[in-house]
């Protein structure tokens, strides 16, 4: 199937631990992006990649830090887990240039739910 | 930068009836405007988009009407059905990060749409 994954769906840990969430897409799209999604459902951009060069990194703490190895992956790692951090990250993708022509379209990942105790 | 409030928070339809869902934005620069349906448990999907060039959309029982002058843009859902239920997300684009690059979407608070049967 053709889409955006993400790994673990579900994580739960505990406050000051260390954790990382893997998105891999196979839509051979040049951009990826992670987002966040808190209780109340709404969706903030946090970073994106485009060709594996960060573009995008809005006021999101230091402590969270993406990594892209390569154009088909983006991962987000956090350190140092806080209450707060809790919520659905969503990863996506999208392609923005085809010879001439921009699409806009961002594919989304299912999410993973992260829970901090 | 761009702010995007979306209306109502909550809608409820009888199965069959119109819904409508209204976002406006605030960045005249924006010239990028889709409409995201996140059913429970899933990511957002794209249903339709306009582009500031264009005053309405139309996709089978799916509309979107835009007014660049009001900075305003609505979702319009005919003939509902129950699986039309889930939360409805409206978006701005107005950044073209780098140049032939993605482009930064501003969400709306979503709205969650009910159909009874």
């Known amino acids: 199937d053709t889409a955006v994954s993400q790994t673990p769906k579900y994580l739960v840990t505990q406050m000051g631990n260390d954790k990382s969430i893997k998105c891999e897409q196979n839509?051979?799209?040049?951009?990826m992006y992670w987002y966040k999604q808190d209780s109340k459902k709404f969706l903030k951009i946090m970073f994106s990649?485009?060709?594996?060069?960060?573009?995008i990194n809005e006021t999101v703490p230091n402590r969270f830090s993406p990594k892209s190895p390569d154009k088909a992956h983006l991962n987000l790692h956090i350190n140092s887990l806080e209450l707060g951090d809790s919520a659905v990250y969503f990863c996506?993708?999208?392609?923005?240039?085809?010879?001439?022509?921009?699409?806009?379209?961002?594919?989304f990942g299912p999410g993973t739910r992260l829970t901090v105790t | 930068g761009e702010n995007v409030e979306q209306h109502p928070s909550t809608l409820s339809v009888q199965e069959g009836d119109s819904a409508v869902i209204k976002c406006t934005y605030s960045?005249?620069?924006?010239?990028?405007f889709p409409w995201y349906k996140q059913e429970l448990g899933k990511g957002p999907q794209l249903i339709i988009d306009?582009?500031?060039?264009?005053g309405e959309k139309k996709d089978q029982r799916i509309a979107v009407t835009l007014n660049k002058t009001a900075k305003h843009f609505s979702l319009h859902i005919t003939e509902t059905q129950p699986e039309d239920s889930a939360v409805y997300f409206c978006?701005?684009?107005?950044?073209?990060?780098?140049?032939?690059?993605?482009?930064?979407?501003?969400f709306g608070s979503g709205t969650q749409l009910t159909v009874l049967p």
């Open positions: 996506a993708s999208s392609q923005h240039q085809q010879r001439y022509r921009y699409y806009y379209e961002q594919y």
């Open positions: 839509l051979g799209h040049d951009t």
């Open positions: 990649y485009n060709n594996k060069e960060l573009i």
């Open positions: 960045d005249s620069a924006s010239n990028y």
């Open positions: 306009i582009r500031s060039n264009v």
């Open positions: 978006a701005a684009s107005n950044k073209r990060i780098s140049s032939g690059s993605a482009r930064q979407l501003t």
